[in-house]
C-alpha cells in the first residue's frame, strides 16, 4: 500500500466518523459514544476535507512518472530521518500560537482614498481553540468580546444582537418580563439545561462555561446568523415595511416581536424606529 493509499485510507475513515459511522464495521455509533458529539464530528469533517486536498493535489505527482536519472549522477543518498508532511496536514497540525498573521494589503481606489471593505464576522478554526473559557459565568457581552479577540482584522465584529437572536430562534431565550417591570432576553428551561441563568438578586443572565462551549460547538451557525443581518443592516426600507412598523408599534409591540414579524434584526428595528422618532419603550 502506498502512502497516498493510506492517506485515502485514512479520509475514509474520517468521513464516516464525521456521520457517526464506525469506519471497521460499517454500523452507526450509539447515541451516547464520544464520536456523536458535535465538536468531534466538526473536527472529524475538517480533516476528512484537507485529507480530500492532499489526495486531490498529491494524484497528479503520483501518476506521472519520473525521469530516469543520469547514469553519471551519484545515487541520492538515503533519508534517515522522518518524511515531511504534506502542506495541508502541516499547515493543520501546526499549532495556532505560531501563525503569523500575512501582511495586509490596502486597496486603494482610482480617487486615492482608502477602500473601506470589511468582510462578514468570522473566526478561523485554528484559532477557536484560543477562545478564552472562564470558569466564572460572563454576560454576554463578555462572550462576544472574547469571540471578536479571535477575528481577524478586515471582518466585522460580531455583535450580541446576532448571538442572542440566534439562542432565541434555538429555543434557549425568551424576550419575556424580567424582575426590574422591564423585558429581557431569558433562559427558557431548555436554556437553563445547557448552561445560561439568572443571577439571584442581580437579574443579569450569565453564560457558564457549558454555556461557553455550547455556543463555541454553534459558532457556524451564530456566525451564519450575524452575515445575514448584516445583509439587511445595508436593505433599504420599503414603504409598506415602514407602515407595518409604525402600526405594530401603535398595537403595543416590542421591537423584538416586530424584527420577527418583518424578518429584520431586532437591532435594525430599534434603529429605524429612532430615526422616525417613535419612542421604543410606552
Known sequence: MTE?????????YMEKLSHGINPLDGTPVADGD??????????????AEVLDKVVTNSAPHAEKPQPAAPKSAPAAP??????????????????????KPAPRTKAVPAGGSEAKHRLPPAVPYNRRADFAYSDRPLPVEEVVQRIHALEPENTEPLSVSPLLDWLTDAGL?????????????LPTQSGGEVGILVEPGAGAVLY????????????????????????LRHTPWTPEEDARLAQLRREGQHPEEIAETLARPASAVRQRLLERGVALRK
Open 78 to 99: 538515503a533519508q534517515s530521518g522522518p518524511r515531511s508532511l504534506p502542506p495541508e496536514l502541516a499547515a493543520m497540525l501546526r499549532p495556532a500560537s505560531s501563525i
Open 208 to 231: 457558564t462555561l457549558s454555556a461557553q462551549h455550547f455556543i463555541m460547538d454553534a459558532l457556524d451557525d451564530i456566525l451564519n446568523e450575524a452575515a445575514r443581518q448584516l445583509s
Open 173 to 185: 431565550l425568551a424576550w419575556m418580563p424580567d424582575s426590574r417591570g422591564g423585558y429581557a432576553y
Open 4 to 12: 497516498l493509499d493510506m492517506i485515502r485510507r485514512a479520509r475514509m
Open 34 to 47: 464520544l464520536i456523536r458529539n458535535g465538536r468531534m464530528s466538526r473536527c472529524f469533517a475538517f480533516v
